[in-house]
């Protein structure tokens, strides 16, 4: 049976792994994280797509640190 408070907490954990490429590329400050949120949440269901995010994100186009 499940308790009310791990249907949330399971919930919360499933979105935050799909939207992990947006947030890498957020905490990056990747140049193009829009864009990659953008893909990310339209194809992120895919397995591809979502691994075409992540790499993407996790690619050296960031803002410099000025």
Do not use: D, E, Q
Request: glycine share 4%; aromatic share 10%; net charge positive.
């Amino acid at each position: 049976m499940y308790t009310s408070s791990s249907i949330p907490l399971s919930a919360i954990v499933i979105i935050a792994l799909y939207l992990l490429p947006a947030i890498v590329a957020a905490c990056r400050k990747h140049r193009n994280s829009t864009a990659i949120a953008v893909l990310n949440v339209f194809t992120g269901w895919t397995a591809l797509g979502w691994i075409a995010s992540l790499v993407w994100a996790c690619t050296c186009n960031t803002k410099p640190n000025a």
